[in-house]
């Protein structure tokens, strides 16, 4: 389920980036966004990685 979230995360993060729409001009959201993807997924691998044991 996580592997899922984690490909889903990517996409919707990717089509975000490329997409016209921005809430703030200039590269500023983009990269606040990114920087919440990657924190998200860093989350989602450790949630997996502590139900492992």
């Known amino acids: 389920m996580e592997n899922g979230l984690k490909v889903?995360?990517?996409i919707l993060l990717v089509l975000y980036v490329i997409?016209?729409?921005d809430l703030a001009?200039?590269?500023i959201d983009d990269i606040i966004?990114?920087?919440i993807g990657i924190?998200?997924?860093k989350s989602l691998?450790?949630?997996r990685n502590s139900?492992?044991?």
């Open 8 to 10: 889903l995360l990517g």
């Open 19 to 21: 997409s016209p729409v």
């Open 25 to 27: 001009p200039g590269p």
């Open 33 to 35: 966004v990114i920087i």
């Open 39 to 41: 924190a998200a997924q």
């Open 45 to 47: 691998t450790a949630k």
């Open 51 to 53: 139900s492992d044991y």
